[in-house]
């Protein structure tokens, strides 16, 4: 079990920091910003814990709203992600104020039992993650190198201590044909809205051939501009889901054909380009995920029993990508959304409520405890630095 002395001081100083951290969250959540232009939010992020003492590096990894914060010197180097970004026009509809704020809450807490326990605390500001791969491209630039655990939590309409995600990936499709007027000679054109109709059509009776946990949806981006002019050029942008990457990649591969057959059909010629690196699957660590289901237990929370969750993917997260290299986790903590869930506007008027206020504090404190209890005990604390030791050798 976590010493009292540590445990008690991390919810200690939460607790005295509430008002600091509800105020981040309400902050945040009132000038919504979107992926890779959160620049408001990342300063917001980093204000509390720049006045506390820790060592900030800003654009970390080469991206504008990306920052490290860490303070401490000890041999567990804890990696604390923080999401900022914003929806298109709903805003915190997945309320990345809390995970902030929370972030934020977990990095205080912990600094002030950093030398006791022997940890390093950084804080790691993560943009773009509702579009843009913020935490792979954060990763592949050696962000996290140096960090033996990761955590963070997610606002959710339930509570999930071992939360688990889809591998996604995100193409944009452009067709490009020939102008021509519709109506005087449309026989010389080549209509790239027609390559996009005949496409949507393939993937729709794709549907019911995909396996078990595949699923993609789409939108058309651009479908002519006149409709007396056979469109040259057309697009759309699909998300493709599985349930593990292995997964992904087969629906990928068939998705393809069902690109190219817009083509064929039209004979418009195509080009299908990533728009941002593809999300894995989350890896909950176990150890660290029973900790945190012990944690909500005694804060009077009731997760979802541990055989449900697998069942239960919520969306698709570039910490997924982190936590295949990286022991981590990405619970979830329940806020009163009236029924609403995640990506609704009803969802993000309950992150900035009384509920969400509550989760942003709990949540950082259950953070906390789970790192206190980590460091606290030799076999995890082992396993997690022998785990370390051997990425960087």
């Known amino acids: 079990m976590p010493s009292a002395t540590a445990s008690t001081s991390v919810e200690d100083a939460v607790d005295r920091r509430r008002g600091d951290l509800i105020a981040l969250s309400h902050d945040i959540h009132a000038e919504p910003e979107l992926a890779f232009a959160e ?54 509809a997945c309320g990345h104020n809390i995970i902030a704020a929370s972030a934020v809450g977990t990095a205080l807490a912990l600094a002030g039992v950093a030398d006791e326990l022997g940890l390093t605390v950084v804080l790691v500001g993560t943009p773009a993650e509702e579009t843009g791969g913020g935490k792979a491209l954060l990763l592949d630039a ?127 010629e195509h080009t299908v380009a990533e728009i941002a690196p593809a999300y894995a699957e989350l890896r909950p660590d176990q150890w660290l995920a029973s900790v945190f289901r012990e944690e909500m237990r005694r804060v009077g929370r009731e997760p979802l029993p541990a055989d449900l969750e697998a069942a239960l993917p919520l969306g698709s997260t570039d910490m997924g990508n982190i936590t295949h290299v990286i022991p981590g986790i990405h619970p979830v903590v329940g806020i009163d959304a009236g029924g609403a869930s995640i990506h609704q506007p009803a969802f993000a008027a309950a992150a900035a409520s009384a509920s969400a206020d509550t989760a942003v504090v709990e949540g950082a404190t259950m953070l906390a405890r789970t790192v206190v209890r980590l460091a606290e005990t030799a076999d995890e604390r082992d396993r997690v630095l022998e785990r370390q030791n051997r990425r960087a050798s």
């Open 39 to 92: 620049h408001r939010s990342c300063a917001k992020t980093q204000a509390l814990v720049a006045e506390h003492g820790f060592d900030i590096t800003q654009a970390a990894g080469g991206l504008d709203t990306a920052f490290r914060a860490s303070y401490g010197s000890g041999a567990l180097v804890v990696g604390i992600c923080a999401e900022y970004d914003a929806l298109p026009e709903i805003g915190h």
């Open 142 to 268: 050696g962000v996290f190198d140096d960090i033996a655990v990761a955590v963070m939590l997610h606002p959710g309409p339930v509570d999930i201590a071992a939360a688990r995600s889809l591998a996604l990936s995100e193409v944009d499709v452009v067709y490009a044909g020939r102008e021509s007027h519709a109506a005087v000679a449309p026989h010389l054109g080549v209509n790239a809205a027609d390559a996009v109709t005949v496409t949507q059509v393939a993937i729709g009776l794709l549907r019911q051939q995909l396996a078990p946990g595949q699923m993609l949806h789409g939108i058309v981006t651009d479908g002519g501009q006149a409709t007396n002019v056979i469109p040259a050029r057309a697009a759309l942008r699909y998300t493709m889901r599985a349930s593990d990457s292995v997964s992904l990649h087969e629906l990928e591969a068939r998705i393809a054909g069902c690109f190219a057959a817009g083509a064929v059909a039209t004979g418009c």
